[in-house]
């Protein structure tokens, strides 16, 4: 069962950046994160949860949300088996907890924003950003 641990939440004043990470918990064959797809939601107060943005295993084939293309970047470092999600440009608006989720299967397009395509999730981390 693969869990996946997010990092890098924190308070940022507007303008400025993080980068997020999304790991597995225990490194098996099982719960290898470079065999998955990967892609990172948010979910504001009172909100439903926006998908942002994901990558291929390869991590050559990335899609992104309208409203983070060009802000946002995607990664993954297959060496450290971690993905990441580098946010410049932070609003007060990007504020909410982020979570990263995996797939077995990429889903390109808009598909691949859809959480429901997602069986793995973490537990999300905190990103505030004050004006």
């Known amino acids: 069962q693969l869990q996946l641990v997010e990092s890098g939440g924190g308070l940022v004043q507007a303008g400025g950046s993080l980068r997020l990470s999304c790991a597995a918990s225990?490194?098996?064959?099982?719960?290898?994160?470079?065999?998955?797809?990967v892609a990172w939601f948010r979910q504001a107060p009172g909100k439903e949860r926006e998908g942002l943005s994901c990558?291929?295993?390869?991590?050559?084939?990335?899609d992104y949300s309208s409203s983070v293309q060009g802000r946002f970047t995607i990664s993954r470092d297959k060496a450290k088996h971690t993905v990441y999600l580098q946010m410049n440009s932070l609003k007060p608006e990007d504020t909410a907890v982020y979570y990263c989720?995996?797939?077995?299967?990429?889903?390109?397009?808009?598909?691949?924003?859809?959480?429901?395509?997602?069986?793995?999730w973490g537990q999300g981390t905190q990103v505030t950003v004050s004006s």
């Open positions: 990558v291929h295993r390869s991590g050559g084939t990335t």
């Open positions: 225990e490194f098996t064959l099982q719960s290898d994160l470079n065999n998955y797809a």
């Open positions: 989720a995996a797939s077995p299967t990429y889903y390109s397009g808009s598909d691949c924003l859809k959480e429901t395509n997602y069986p793995y």
